[in-house]
């Protein structure tokens, strides 16, 4: 069982940056690839950003890419969503999610455990 607790969401002006934490309880974050993932008001909830257990591989939504970067540090047992240059379209719920496959998966279906979301909204 892995808990998520995701913060540092908020309300930001177009072209600033936030940056969002993932807190996981338990020892085996380690064993879990882990991903964001966002969703707007009546919209799906899509794919951001991935990383793999080591951290050495990641992947981006192409919406994102070059803009947001995700990253992972084992031993506080947290991901980080640095997001640049935001615009209003990014505004969306974020969403943490832990993944005990070992591949970066991009659907919602691949993930076992879910963070309770953080707002992001970008005014502009």
């Known amino acids: 069982q892995v808990q998520l607790v995701e913060s540092g969401g908020g309300l930001v002006q177009a072209g600033g940056s936030l940056r969002l934490s993932c807190a996981a309880s338990?020892?085996?974050?380690?064993?879990?690839?882990m991903g964001w993932f966002r969703q707007a008001p009546g919209k799906e909830r899509e794919f951001v950003a991935g990383?793999?257990?080591?951290?050495?591989?990641?992947n981006y939504a192409d919406s994102v890419k070059g803009r947001f970067t995700t990253s992972r540090d084992n031993a506080k047992n947290t991901v980080y969503l640095q997001m640049n240059s935001l615009k209003p379209d990014d505004t969306a719920v974020y969403y943490c999610?832990?993944?005990?496959?070992?591949?970066?998966?991009?659907?919602?279906?691949?993930?076992?455990?879910w963070g309770q979301g953080t707002q992001v909204t970008v005014s502009s």
């Open positions: 999610a832990a993944s005990a496959t070992r591949l970066v998966v991009t659907t919602p279906s691949g993930y076992d455990y």
């Open positions: 338990g020892r085996t974050f380690s064993t879990y690839a």
């Open positions: 990383i793999s257990r080591s951290g050495a591989y990641t």
